[in-house]
């Protein structure tokens, strides 16, 4: 939908909006190197440059060129691998300094679908502008971000309804509460047409020009939406070919005879300059700029200009007297805008709005809980209250277990993964710490993970007959609970380490050895004794003992129907699992161990998987 038939961009930028700090960012002879032993490939080549406050600037280049793994590296988000300098305000960066200083937002819109566009802003108003500033202001402040990114028509709208051009300019403007003086982004044009590029390359401009500095990757832009930059860095083989402002690349492309035809888009022509169908210049265009060390202009008297030396140093002393005075006491300084328990607070609510309103976490899981629950009770019928058909029912309740475990493990093992890519843009842009994303993300579970297998318990337990005391049900409904959650641990881990398709095997697939050593398939006296100890580790063992005490210890012998029940005393029942020396409060000890120790392993696992990204 274009903004003609919404609302137009606000093009100034409203003075609440403004940088509160302009930073001049710069870095020199940066070397990117992938690989180990043999195969090491370097990607970058001691590349320099600077990117200036009040100036736009693009990254130009052909794919393979090094333009993303650079931009990655600048925004900090690799940071093994590399060596060389970055500065800001001529000081060596420190990186949890300037995460705060500055956003990256990726080529791809990572965004909470089903949101609607203020529940997005609001929660990053909260999570970014901190508990100094009310709720109201909080609330004006997110009216001003929308209407001027033109989002004021679209507010209540979910993200999953926006087109591309409105998703750009959100995932833009949730960054923009919290001032950050440095911009990159990655593709910022990529999927979007004509009319798009270009009101999103305009707002990026106006951001710019509200003393900001703004640098983005972009993939073949038209001469119109060239010119809409300040500064052009055009990388070449992981090299700089040119630094410089846009006006002055056509002469520069001139010094070594590469006349760009009239009427064509420079930005093309130094693209196929780049690819090398102009001939083995990459190397001449690198020196003239000193990879990047210069910036190149045409009407400087030499073509190619650095500031003189005594300027520098003067800048250098000015910059470093104002941030003396500005610079917090590192010890003292916050790394998030607002506190761990308002991080939460916020977190889960919104992680709450998005379970209640995903299809597959809701209404699916609910009618899956209900529709198995009459299924497995017209199929066992009366085997609670029958003597004959006791091993029917202890079958029943192993299969309760399995059916429990991978209802609560699969949708988050599905959904997760793709949730873990807002994760890492929002981590990287510091709007709150992992500790309280991966607390709130549990948190906000708990809930259904305690209603649908109740639910599913009351449903079953009336239908198979199963003995009418309150106490025996809330036994069983603990141990139902228990490996309900030990189910969404499960999912928890494999959908933080694992992308979706390795989870979806894995998940199941280690499950079945913990399944064969669960007491129902092999008696536990049966099994090898170099092999006993997976039935200590496994936690269908505990799930299905607690089922089978909850239901048989200590009870009455059972009604039988026919001439002799073997089984009719409970006690021969538990002799038969070897279970009749087992302890109903040590299997929940053994699920609440997993419930524990699944939750801390996702969450190292899914911190390990954050960093590798670097």
């Given at each position: 939908?274009s903004?003609s038939?919404?609302?137009?961009i606000n093009l100034k930028?409203p003075h609440e909006?403004?940088?509160?700090?302009?930073?001049?960012?710069?870095?020199?002879?940066?070397?990117?190197?992938?690989?180990?032993?043999?195969?090491?490939k370097?990607?970058?080549?001691k590349?320099?440059?600077?990117f200036k406050?009040?100036?736009?600037?693009?990254?130009?280049?052909?794919?393979?060129?090094?333009k993303t793994s650079?931009?990655?590296i600048?925004?900090g988000?690799?940071?093994?691998g590399?060596?060389g300098?970055?500065e800001?305000?001529?000081?060596?960066?420190?990186?949890?300094?300037?995460?705060?200083?500055?956003?990256?937002?990726t080529?791809?819109?990572?965004?909470?679908?089903?949101l609607?566009?203020?529940?997005y802003?609001?929660?990053a108003?909260?999570?970014?502008l901190?508990?100094?500033?009310s709720?109201?202001e909080?609330?004006?402040?997110?009216?001003?971000v929308?209407?001027?990114?033109g989002?004021?028509?679209?507010?209540?709208?979910?993200?999953?309804?926006l087109?591309?051009?409105e998703?750009k300019?959100?995932?833009i403007?949730?960054?923009?509460?919290?001032n950050?003086?440095?911009?990159?982004?990655d593709?910022?044009?990529?999927?979007l047409?004509?009319?798009?590029?270009m009101?999103?390359?305009?707002l990026?401009?106006?951001?710019?020009?509200?003393g900001?500095?703004?640098?983005?990757?972009?993939?073949?832009?038209?001469?119109?939406?060239?010119?809409?930059?300040?500064?052009?860095?055009?990388?070449a083989s992981?090299?700089c070919i040119?630094?410089?402002?846009?006006?002055?690349?056509v002469p520069?492309?001139?010094?070594?005879?590469l006349n760009c035809?009239?009427?064509?888009?420079?930005a093309?022509?130094?693209?196929?300059?780049?690819s090398?169908?102009?001939?083995?210049?990459?190397?001449?265009l690198?020196s003239?700029?000193?990879n990047?060390?210069?910036?190149?202009?045409?009407d400087?008297?030499?073509?190619?200009?650095?500031?003189?030396?005594?300027?520098v140093?003067?800048?250098?002393e000015?910059l470093k007297?104002?941030?003396?005075?500005?610079k917090?006491?590192?010890k003292?300084?916050?790394?998030?805008?607002?506190?761990?328990h308002?991080?939460?607070s916020?977190?889960?609510?919104r992680t709450?709005r998005?379970?209640w309103?995903e299809?597959m976490?809701?209404?699916v899981?609910f009618?899956t809980?209900v529709?198995?629950?009459?299924?497995?009770g017209l199929?066992?019928?009366?085997?609670?209250?029958?003597?004959?058909?006791?091993l029917?029912?202890?079958?029943m309740?192993?299969?309760?277990?399995m059916?429990?475990v991978?209802?609560?493990?699969?949708?988050t093992?599905v959904?997760?993964?793709?949730?873990r890519?807002?994760?890492?843009?929002e981590?990287?842009n510091n709007?709150?710490?992992?500790?309280?994303?991966?607390?709130?993300k549990t948190?906000?579970?708990?809930?259904?993970?305690?209603l649908f297998?109740?639910?599913?318990l009351?449903?079953?337990y009336?239908?198979?007959?199963?003995p009418?005391?309150?106490e025996r049900?809330i036994?069983f409904?603990l141990?139902?609970?228990?490996?309900?959650?030990?189910g969404?641990?499960i999912?928890?881990?494999?959908?933080?380490?694992?992308?979706?398709?390795?989870?979806v095997?894995?998940?199941?697939?280690?499950?079945?050895p913990?399944?064969i050593?669960?007491g129902?398939f092999?008696k536990?006296?049966a099994v090898?004794?170099?092999?006993n100890?997976?039935t200590?580790v496994?936690?269908?063992?505990?799930g299905?003992?607690?089922s089978?005490l909850?239901i048989?210890?200590?009870?009455?012998?059972v009604?039988?129907?026919?001439?002799?029940?073997?089984?009719?005393s409970?006690?021969?029942?538990?002799e038969q699992?070897?279970?009749s020396?087992?302890?109903?409060?040590?299997?929940i000890?053994?699920?609440?161990?997993?419930?524990v120790?699944?939750?801390?392993?996702?969450?190292f696992?899914?911190?390990?998987?954050?960093?590798?990204?670097r």
């Amino acid at each position: 939908m274009s903004l003609s038939q919404q609302e137009t961009i606000n093009l100034k930028v409203p003075h609440e909006l403004q940088a509160s700090t302009s930073l001049d960012f710069s870095f020199r002879d940066v070397s990117y190197t992938v690989g180990k032993g043999k195969n090491v490939k370097t990607i970058l080549h001691k590349m320099s440059g600077a990117f200036k406050s009040g100036q736009l600037t693009a990254i130009l280049g052909p794919s393979g060129a090094g333009k993303t793994s650079l931009m990655n590296i600048l925004a900090g988000l690799k940071t093994s691998g590399i060596d060389g300098h970055v500065e800001v305000n001529g000081e060596t960066r420190e990186l949890k300094t300037f995460r705060k200083q500055s956003v990256y937002i990726t080529q791809q819109d990572h965004l909470l679908q089903d949101l609607t566009v203020y529940e997005y802003m609001m929660s990053a108003a909260h999570l970014k502008l901190g508990n100094q500033f009310s709720d109201k202001e909080k609330k004006s402040e997110t009216k001003l971000v929308m209407k001027t990114l033109g989002l004021i028509n679209s507010k209540h709208t979910r993200i999953s309804c926006l087109s591309g051009g409105e998703c750009k300019r959100l995932s833009i403007g949730v960054e923009l509460f919290n001032n950050p003086s440095i911009l990159f982004l990655d593709e910022p044009t990529s999927g979007l047409d004509s009319s798009s590029s270009m009101q999103c390359v305009t707002l990026l401009r106006e951001i710019a020009r509200s003393g900001r500095t703004v640098v983005a990757t972009i993939h073949q832009p038209s001469s119109r939406l060239l010119d809409h930059f300040d500064q052009l860095y055009i990388v070449a083989s992981g090299s700089c070919i040119y630094q410089g402002p846009v006006e002055s690349l056509v002469p520069y492309l001139k010094t070594v005879n590469l006349n760009c035809p009239s009427y064509h888009n420079p930005a093309d022509f130094v693209m196929d300059v780049a690819s090398g169908e102009y001939g083995d210049v990459l190397h001449q265009l690198r020196s003239i700029v000193k990879n990047g060390r210069l910036i190149y202009n045409q009407d400087s008297p030499s073509g190619s200009l650095a500031l003189p030396s005594s300027e520098v140093d003067e800048l250098k002393e000015d910059l470093k007297r104002d941030n003396d005075k500005k610079k917090p006491n590192k010890k003292n300084r916050p790394v998030y805008a607002v506190p761990f328990h308002t991080q939460v607070s916020v977190l889960l609510n919104r992680t709450w709005r998005t379970i209640w309103r995903e299809k597959m976490l809701t209404k699916v899981r609910f009618l899956t809980h209900v529709i198995f629950a009459v299924f497995f009770g017209l199929m066992f019928g009366s085997v609670g209250n029958d003597a004959a058909l006791i091993l029917n029912n202890a079958g029943m309740l192993f299969f309760n277990l399995m059916f429990i475990v991978f209802t609560a493990a699969m949708p988050t093992v599905v959904t997760f993964p793709l949730e873990r890519k807002v994760l890492a843009r929002e981590h990287l842009n510091n709007w709150y710490s992992l500790k309280a994303y991966y607390l709130a993300k549990t948190l906000a579970d708990i809930p259904f993970q305690i209603l649908f297998p109740t639910v599913y318990l009351v449903i079953i337990y009336i239908m198979t007959k199963q003995p009418l005391s309150m106490e025996r049900f809330i036994m069983f409904l603990l141990i139902v609970i228990g490996i309900s959650l030990v189910g969404q641990g499960i999912g928890l881990f494999f959908g933080a380490g694992f992308d979706i398709q390795e989870a979806v095997f894995l998940a199941p697939t280690m499950a079945i050895p913990l399944l064969i050593f669960a007491g129902f398939f092999i008696k536990l006296s049966a099994v090898p004794p170099y092999l006993n100890w997976i039935t200590y580790v496994s936690f269908f063992r505990y799930g299905f003992e607690g089922s089978m005490l909850a239901i048989y210890y200590g009870r009455p012998p059972v009604d039988c129907f026919q001439p002799y029940c073997y089984f009719r005393s409970p006690s021969k029942l538990l002799e038969q699992f070897d279970m009749s020396q087992s302890s109903y409060l040590l299997c929940i000890a053994g699920l609440l161990f997993y419930f524990v120790a699944l939750r801390f392993a996702g969450y190292f696992l899914l911190r390990f998987k954050l960093k590798s990204m670097r």
